[in-house]
């Protein structure tokens, strides 16, 4: 016998071996990446969902702020119109009295005037009104589209 046949059957089984820890390392890596792709793709569809929730409560977010710089907007417009024509303006007033009491007429009387105190309270609970409208809508809106599936 030579060397070679009798190291023959040694390194047949060394490479057997080594097949065989190659094949076994082989399907534990293979269990490992369909574990690893599966929660990958768990991973993108949650992060598809919170973007799509994102997005929706960011559209939510720019229209009711949209709203709420629309109904300031009008807020102003309408007080502007009330200084130009206070006359076409309705609002709880009092009039003051000129003169002596003895005359029964209504030539000297003064018109009829909000006082200052009234007009700047009225324009400042109609914007915190539409702030609130809008506030209420907001809360709503994300109550709808976030908390109730």
């Known amino acids: ?3 070679l046949t009798k190291a023959l059957p040694g390194v047949c089984g060394i490479l057997l071996i080594g097949l065989l820890l190659t094949l076994h390392l082989y399907g534990g890596l293979k269990d490992n990446y369909r574990r690893l792709s ?3 793709a768990e ?3 949650i992060n598809k969902d ?3 929730r994102t997005q929706k409560l960011h559209e939510l977010d720019t229209r009711h702020t949209q709203e709420l710089a629309n109904a ?3 807020i102003d417009r309408l007080r502007v119109a009330a200084d130009r024509n206070p006359e076409r303006v ?3 007033a009092s009039c003051s ?3 002596s009491d003895t005359a029964t007429g209504m030539d000297d009387a003064a018109t009829a005037r909000p006082t200052d105190t009234a007009i700047r309270n009225y324009w400042l609970l109609r914007e915190r009104i539409a702030e609130s409208k809008q506030m209420i809508k907001g809360l709503q809106g994300y109550i709808n ?3 109730v599936k």
């Open 97 to 99: 009295k000129i003169g």
């Open 38 to 40: 599966s929660q990958f």
């Open 72 to 74: 300031k907007t009008e």
């Open 43 to 45: 991973q993108v569809a």
């Open 90 to 92: 309705y609002i709880r």
């Open 50 to 52: 919170y973007q799509e």
């Open 1 to 3: 016998m030579t060397l």
């Open 145 to 147: 589209t976030q908390c």
